[in-house]
């Protein structure tokens, strides 16, 4: 097998598990086994061992002697840390790209997402994650220090876990979210100028962290609502007694 054959099955793999790892609810976990997932792929376990040991850099998954790798269980009260991190290190990561090139390709693969969503595709969870995935993984080519890159990988998956349910609750809001911030970021790219495309992810950066408390502060402004309705009729039902 050639050195473009691995690489290939390396992404394959990866990208596979990562998207399959934001689907799962951030406070849950599962068993990710080696053997099952060398078998799925029809590859030895070294590639394997490979994209597991990325995952963990990741944070995606923990792996421990004896027990092997599981797919981390976020802590809620780190969500909105989760936001200000990823925007912090792409600030950091824009400061580093200043007077840099535009890596050739970085065009290309953003037209290309934003053709799949300009294409009216069926819309889904899965679709959302991989798409994602795959925005973050051109923005990686243009950090150029490998540690904020890491750490930038890392804060986004953790990010998106959390996005996943609240695209759940409101697919359409952050559907036509998505497809707006991936067209400031292409739009963005034509200047050639990564720095500007780093900033730019910031700036939308800050309008997802908004979103997200306005949507908690609605979410527990119902449940209040709900709580007021169920103390309200509760005299009544005494009374009825």
Known sequence: ????????????????????ICLIPP???????????????NVSRTPVRQVLQTLAREQLIEIRPSVGATVT????ETKKESYYIYRDLMEIAARLAEGKPLPDGTMLDLASIEGILNSDPV?????????????QTTLSTLIHDDIIDDAASAAFF??????????QISPDLHWATFRKNIRATTEAARSGDP???LRTVVGLSEKLVKLTI?????????TKQRLSL???SEPTRQAEI
């Open 73 to 76: 269980k976020l802590n809620p």
């Open 195 to 197: 720095a500007h495309v």
């Open 230 to 232: 169920i103390h309200i």
């Open 27 to 41: 406070q849950a976990t599962e068993p990710m086994h080696e053997t099952a997932v060398a078998q799925e792929f």
């Open 158 to 167: 953790r990010m998106t876990r959390w996005r996943v349910p609240e695209y």
């Open 123 to 135: 819309v889904s969870n899965s679709l959302f994650v991989s798409l994602a995935i795959r925005v």
């Open 214 to 222: 306005d949507q908690e502060d609605m979410a527990n402004q119902d």
């Open 1 to 20: 097998m050639s050195y473009k054959d691995n690489f290939s099955n390396h992404r394959e793999i990866l990208d596979t598990l990562r998207a399959r």
